[in-house]
């Protein structure tokens, strides 16, 4: 029996399971923030990407849902763009989408041979992503005076009449769509255009554009007033957005061979906004934790048939309550950070410790 006052040196159960939370937070602390972590992410994501198909490491089920994870975090990525880091509110990415699943099925039902539509598939894949993009240059149009709702209820418009355009045209399928379209959307190329994606979107983030981008969310008029051109930075975000909504579209029609209007309508819309939100806006991490969580629980709850549609918006509503900005809101690996914002990380961080410091004493 211990007579004095001195505190058992035994630890508790609940002592041992906070030093193991804390052990287990400094390792993904120390991998999240190594930058020699990515190359070798990048390395065996690429070599893995070429040997689970080839040697089937794992079933085709799998290798599908993996698949349909890379278009997501493309979508999800391009998205965040605009709703994150612009501050804006966009509803109608399913039509970008629908421009470059069109554009691309188009190309290799149509117009290539069936014996070339492989070997020039990355052409197609880029097609699609121009043909995007040109339509995102006249959507960027009505941005230059709307904002917040009213955005929202341009670019919901812009979805709607995309779908009913598809629909009146029989040249493309008319509402029957486009059936027998080649299965030539692989893992590699899935791999290769997430990848794409991420760094060029993190990079535009990073650069005088992206701090244009970043600027308009904060407060518009004041970024007018300190010589930012405004609109040709909302030109360029929406461009590059619908871009890559258009490489995620060709993606997604040559693997899922079928493609017609009433795939691209509003519900895929939510479906990505649901992936931004939870991920976390203003943040690629958060766009790729996002789009993959959200894949994987839809899979997960498919045993629940109808009832995962409802178990899905439950789990983002309470999100929203306890963790408005989302899982990685407004925060990002520090991998994800080019070189020459380092020194501004690694300042912020000196900073924050010192006045921790002092607000302790």
């Keep these: 029996m211990n ?19 804390e052990r287990w937070k400094m390792r993904w602390d120390r991998i999240a923030n190594n930058r020699k972590a990515f190359p070798i992410v990048l390395a065996v994501g690429f070599i893995l990407s070429i040997l689970i198909p080839r040697f089937g490491l ?6 599908l849902v993996i698949i349909y994870i890379g278009i997501n975090i493309i979508l999800t990525t391009s998205l ?8 804006e509110f966009s509803v109608g990415h399913a039509g970008f989408m629908a421009v470059g699943a ?40 009505p941005s230059f005076k709307t904002r ?10 812009f979805n709607m009449i995309v779908k009913s355009v598809i629909e009146n045209i029989e040249a493309i399928g008319g509402p029957r769509g486009i059936p027998g379209i080649a299965k030539l959307t692989t893992l590699p190329w899935t791999f290769f255009w997430t990848v794409l994606a991420i760094l060029v979107i993190r990079n535009f983030v990073y650069s005088n554009y992206g701090r244009g981008v970043q600027s308009i969310r904060e407060d518009e008029i004041a970024s007018d007033l300190m010589g930012v051109s405004t609109k040709q ?3 360029l975000a929406f461009t590059l957005s619908s871009f890559f909504a258009g490489v995620a579209g060709a993606l997604f029609a040559h693997v899922l061979q079928f493609i017609s209007p009433k795939v691209f309508d509003i519900i ?8 931004v939100y939870l991920g976390g806006i ?16 839809l899979e997960v709850l498919r045993p629940f048939g109808m009832w995962r549609m409802v178990l899905m918006p439950l789990m983002l509503v309470l999100l929203m309550i306890f963790r408005p900005r989302g899982i990685m809101g407004l925060r990002e690996f520090r991998w994800l950070i080019p070189g020459f914002d380092l020194y501004a990380l690694k300042y912020w961080r000196a900073k924050k410790e010192v006045s921790n410091g002092t607000s302790a004493s």
């Design 148 to 157: 917040g709702d009213y955005l929202a209820i341009v670019t919901l418009a």
């Design 233 to 235: 930075v909302k030109l």
């Design 3 to 21: 007579m004095d006052n001195t505190p058992s040196s035994t630890p508790t159960p609940v002592s041992k399971g906070h030093a193991l939370l």
């Design 80 to 87: 965040n763009l605009i709703n994150g880091y612009m501050g």
């Design 58 to 63: 794992v079933n085709e089920y799998v290798q």
């Design 268 to 275: 895929k819309s939510t479906d990505v906004l649901i992936m």
């Design 282 to 297: 203003g943040s690629i991490t958060g766009s790729i934790l996002g789009a993959t969580v959200y894949t994987v629980l």
């Design 102 to 141: 069109y554009v691309s099925a188009i190309f290799t039902t149509k117009l290539l041979p069936d014996n070339l539509g492989a070997i020039y598939f990355p052409l197609v894949v880029l097609a699609g992503g121009i043909g995007a993009a040109l339509v995102g240059l006249v959507v960027s149009v």
